[in-house]
C-alpha cells in the first residue's frame, strides 16, 4: 500500500513583493530526462527535507541550464518540506525556495514516485537573462505532475523530476558545507578559513590575520590574532577593530546550510556566508 505524503514547498521570504499565482500548466513536449546515472535505484521518498539546486530544465528537448555564478548564491534551492497541514487552497508554502532570483512557493504531494506541484506562487522581481530565461522555463515545468527519479554518481545525487510529455527539471542535492575548510565570507573582502590543525586564518577586510583557533561542542576558542599593520581608511579600521573584538576569546556558533553565526558573550555577533 503506498504512503502518501502531502508537503509544502518554497515558501515566500520576500517582504513587500507582489505576489503573482501563475498558472504554469502549458503544453509540453517530448525532451530528456536528465537522469545521470539509470543504474541506481530510484528512490523519490528520500526527496523531502533536502535542498536541491535546480541545475537544468528540458523543454520540448531544449535544455536551459543554470548560470553558473548562481550555482554559489546562497538561496538557490528548493526543499519539499513535510507539512501534516498542508492544503489544496493554500498558496506557497512554509519551506523556502528559489532559483536565485525570485522566490516560488506551492504545495507538493509525494505519492510512491508521483510528485504534483499544485498552488505555485512567486514574487515579480525582474531578472536579468539568463537568469531570468531559466527561471521562467523553470515555473513553466515545476508546476504539474512529475514522476520523480533520484541517483547517484561519484558522491553526487541527483533527483529529476519529469512530466508525461518529456518536459523535465534535473536537481543536484545542495550540501552544507563543512565548517573547517570552507571560507567564510565576513562583508566586503573579509573572510576567514578555520582549519583542521585548530588554527584560522583570514582578512579583517583590509589587513590579514592568522591565530590559534579551537572548535569543540558549539564554540571556537580564538587566541590572539596576528594581523598585517597596512593603514586603511577610516571605517575600514572602524570595522576591522569590531570584527576583531567579535573574533577572540571563546564565542558560540551557529551553522546553518550556507551561513555561520559567530557571537561573543556579549551579544555582539557576525554571520559568514560560505563562498
Not at 6 to 35: I, Q
Not at 54 to 77: N, R, S
Not at 154 to 161: A, D
Amino acid at each position: 500500500m503506498k504512503r502518501t505524503t502531502r508537503v509544502k514547498c518554497a515558501a515566500l521570504t520576500a517582504v513587500g513583493t507582489t505576489l503573482l499565482a501563475a498558472a504554469c500548466g502549458t503544453e509540453s513536449g517530448t525532451g530528456s530526462d536528465g537522469v545521470t546515472d539509470r543504474g541506481t535505484t530510484s528512490r523519490p521518498a528520500g526527496i523531502a527535507d533536502v535542498e536541491w539546486l535546480p541545475q537544468k530544465v528540458t523543454v520540448k528537448g531544449k535544455e536551459y541550464v543554470l548560470p553558473k555564478d548562481v550555482d554559489t548564491f546562497q538561496d538557490a534551492g528548493i526543499v519539499f518540506k513535510p507539512d501534516a497541514d498542508a492544503t489544496r487552497d493554500d498558496d506557497g508554502g512554509e519551506s523556502g525556495g528559489s532559483v536565485g532570483c525570485n522566490s516560488i512557493g506551492a504545495d507538493a504531494e509525494i505519492d510512491g514516485d508521483t510528485v504534483r506541484i499544485t498552488d505555485l506562487v512567486q514574487t515579480l522581481i525582474g531578472c536579468p537573462d539568463p537568469l531570468g530565461e531559466f527561471e521562467e522555463r523553470f515555473v513553466e515545468v515545476f508546476e504539474g505532475t512529475h514522476k520523480a527519479e533520484v541517483s547517484e554518481r561519484n558522491g553526487v545525487t541527483t533527483l529529476t523530476l519529469t512530466r508525461p510529455g518529456g518536459d523535465s527539471i534535473t536537481f543536484r542535492e545542495k550540501k552544507a558545507p563543512a565548517l573547517k575548510g570552507t571560507r567564510w565570507s565576513l562583508g566586503k573582502n573579509a573572510y576567514l578559513v578555520l582549519t583542521k590543525n585548530d588554527t584560522v586564518t583570514g582578512s579583517l577586510g583590509c589587513n590579514t590575520f592568522r591565530g590559534k583557533a579551537v572548535v569543540k561542542d558549539g564554540t571556537i576558542a580564538f587566541g590572539p590574532l596576528a594581523t598585517t599593520r597596512m593603514m586603511c581608511s577610516g571605517p575600514v579600521m572602524k570595522a576591522e577593530r569590531e570584527l576583531a573584538g567579535i573574533l577572540s576569546g571563546k564565542v558560540s556558533y551557529q551553522q546553518e546550510r550556507d551561513s555561520l553565526k559567530i557571537t561573543k558573550a556579549a551579544g555582539r555577533s557576525v554571520t559568514a556566508r560560505a563562498e
